[in-house]
Every structure is written in C-alpha cells, then in structure tokens.
C-alpha cells in the first residue's frame, strides 16, 4: 500500500520560511517523479513545485519561481518542499504528489498517490 506523509506546516509571518518533508512508504519506483500542490481556501488545487527524480530536474509555477525548491533524497524517500520568502497567498493545504501519469503537470487528475495534506497558514 502506497502512503505519502506530509509534515512540516505551520503559521508563520509575511517573509518567513518553512520547509515541508513527505515521507513516502509502499512506492518503490525510481523514475517518474513527485511534486507538491497547493490549495488555497476556496480555491482549486494546482501544482507548485514538480522533480522528477531519475534526472532530478525541476519545475515550478511562476507565482513561486525563485521562493521555493522542492528536493527529493532517493535514499530515504523523501520530497521536500523549501518555501521562503513566505506571502499571505501562500497560505492553505499543501499535498505531496506521487507517480505522474503524464499531461499537463499541474492537473491534479494527472497524478495517482497523494498525501492526506498539511495546513500552511502566512499572516500579514
């Protein structure tokens, strides 16, 4: 059984860093990759932060370009997602994606195993 286990949330300020780890369990692919979405309050979930871990090469959305890095350590398998200069609309649940099923990266429907999600909350 595949399970993906986000930690790592919190409240902080405007300006402040967090960095999210999951822990995934029962997925032994080395290919393919992992990436970490974003739901704000009242808001569809799209993609932030995408690595596909054979070339470990990365992609992000524009709105958190330069803030935030997502890293993956094979070893351990584990996706972390850097977030840092931390801005009120960053603020809501952030999930862990796992084993990509092609299309466009940022469609949720496209991904198979998910996380049950960790609440980040930015004040102003």
């Known amino acids: 059984r595949v399970q993906l286990v986000e930690s790592g949330g919190g409240s902080v300020q405007t300006g402040g860093s967090l960095r999210l780890s999951c822990a995934i369990s029962?997925?032994?692919?080395?290919?393919?990759?992992r990436a970490w979405f974003h739901q704000a309050p009242g808001k569809e979930r799209e993609g932030v932060a995408l690595i596909y871990v054979g070339e470990m090469s990365t992609y992000y959305a524009d709105s958190v370009k330069g803030r935030f890095a997502i890293s993956y350590d094979n070893a351990e398998k584990m996706v972390y997602l850097q977030m840092n200069e931390l801005k009120p609309e960053d603020t809501g649940m952030y999930y862990c994606?796992?084993?990509?099923?092609?299309?466009?990266?940022?469609?949720?429907?496209?991904?198979?195993?998910w996380g049950q999600g960790i609440q980040v909350t930015v004040s102003s």
């Open positions: 029962g997925y032994t692919s080395r290919k393919n990759a």
């Open positions: 994606a796992a084993e990509y099923l092609a299309g466009y990266w940022s469609d949720p429907s496209r991904w198979r195993y």
